[in-house]
């Protein structure tokens, strides 16, 4: 199988996006360049871990080189749901992050899970190169997607934390 390699160098919009029901959602990484849209199939939890590293990365970076100024986390919701029909090329194993000084931008490395059988330079890498600004982003609507996700109760419609709910509708009796 030949190796799926893109860039999108750099790209005009990145974004992530749950589509479903709560508890069957499935999340999705997309990204852009103009007209060329590129979306893959993510985890959850892949995007809450990035979005740690996100920061770590920035401000390692901003350590690295004080001049930088501070990049935005500011997005808008309206823009950030993934472009319809969504046809993803592959599910993210393991994701990674880079730093071009020159140019001052992050890159997103995303690898595909390699198949069973199969070791890992068979499998396809999509590199996203964002300002520090679109990763940010990206990260802080990532995770605001993420918690939108917890099981709604069915006697309030309030999101349960995992750790239980304090109910109004049953006089915050745990449930
Ligand atoms: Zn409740």
Redesign the pocket.
Known sequence: MPKLELDLNPVTHITTDALGKPGERVFYLQGSQNERTVTLLIEKVQIQSLAVGVEQFLAEINQKFPDLNEATAEYSEAVMHVTLPVDPLFRIGEIGLGYDADNDQVVLVAREVPAEGEGAEGTGVVRFWCTRSQIRALVHWGVEVANRGRPL??????P?EPEG?F????NGHK?
């Open positions: 109760c069915p006697q309030c419609g309030e349960m709910h109910c109004p509708k049953k449930h």
